[in-house]
């Protein structure tokens, strides 16, 4: 592959050897991976959405109840923006048009958890059958805590707040314009997440490099293991693309998929900016619930995963 080639090059270029050599060839090329994924992905699904711009999902969903509404909060979830603050406005917007409450908390956990670029990268990290655990896993958290948090009736916890006019007729787009806001849309997602991966790829890459195997087996196993998962990652504030190299470190050096995993899901799925945002819409009863729900959630996942697999 040409990456693996180029990043061969450049590790034979600068004469490396040993721990050092394998840290910057797994810097080199999984970041070159990663942006490929990303520019091809992001650019194809940016395309497709805008045929389904907010005030579209917004009414689509409006509709819908029970069991249906859920799952499809969930599915489009997956096919919206890359990190939980950025999914916030969608989540306003669906609460300002009055979209039934257990829907717009299904989509608020799975969105962040669960993105179509996450899906590609990761079978390269844990395989297609686990990618396609992760994402069953992620979309029963979000449909799940929706469904609790309704029914024990935490709707009541939502703040009055200006939601602006959601009604507006918006003229249909041209292909080219189409083609257009999904470069633009492209590049800015891009530009906001690489500093994010290349980090994320750099941690990543330290760990592979030079952290032996015998300290991720001995301090990160066992079923504290997922509990210290959650707990370090709800206060990292990143996307799950910026996590994913990292854990595919962690996991090359012993550590548990369901902790790995875990850990993942928290890092994007739950973060202290993004209850910061929330509490313009929520009381902190709300958030609070909120958070521990869908951290529930995955502490099960992670668990169930560790003892399966």
């Excluded at 916030?88 to 609460?95: A, K, N, S, Y």
């Excluded at 800015?188 to 750099?202: A, C, H, L």
């Excluded at 210290?228 to 504030?237: K, T």
């Excluded at 521990?292 to 995955?298: F, K, Q």
Aim: charged letters at 15%; a neutral charge.
């Amino acid at each position: 592959m040409v990456f693996e080639q180029f990043a061969t090059y450049v590790v034979n270029a600068l004469g490396l050897t040993g721990s050092l050599r394998a840290a910057v060839h797994f810097w080199v090329y999984d970041t070159l991976k990663i942006t490929a994924l990303l520019v091809a992905v992001i650019f194809g699904v940016g395309y497709l959405r805008t045929y389904f711009p907010p005030e579209k999902i917004k009414a689509y969903l409006a509709g819908k109840r029970a069991i249906t509404g859920y799952f499809l909060a969930a599915l489009l979830g997956i096919v919206s923006p890359f990190c939980s603050c950025s999914t916030i406005p969608i989540f306003l917007g669906m609460v300002g048009a009055g979209i039934p409450f257990g829907i717009t908390m299904t989509f608020l956990a799975v969105s962040p958890m669960i993105n179509e670029a996450a899906l590609v990268v990761l079978p390269g990290v844990v395989g297609l059958k686990l990618t396609a655990l992760y994402a069953v896993s992620g979309i029963g958290i979000g449909m799940t805590s929706g469904y609790v948090l309704n029914k024990a009736g935490f709707d009541k916890y939502i703040k009055e707040f200006d939601f602006g006019e959601s009604d507006v007729d918006i003229e249909e787009p041209t292909r080219k314009e189409r083609a257009r806001q999904a470069y633009v849309e492209a590049k800015d997602i891009i530009t906001d997440i690489m500093p994010y991966v290349v980090v994320g790829v750099g941690l990543g890459a330290a760990i592979h490099g030079f952290v032996p195997q015998q300290v991720v087996s001995a301090y990160l196993s066992g079923p504290f293991g997922v509990v210290g998962a959650v707990a370090v990652g709800v206060p990292i504030y990143t996307n799950i693309l910026g996590v994913i190299p990292v854990v595919e470190s962690l996991i090359g050096k012993g550590l548990p998929i369901g902790t790995g995993l875990a850990f993942m899901m928290s890092v994007a799925a739950l973060s202290l900016p993004q209850f910061m945002i929330l509490k313009k819409v929520m009381k902190k009863e709300l958030i609070v619930s909120f958070a521990v729900t869908v951290a529930s959630g995955i502490l099960v996942i992670g668990l169930l995963f560790n003892l399966i697999i």
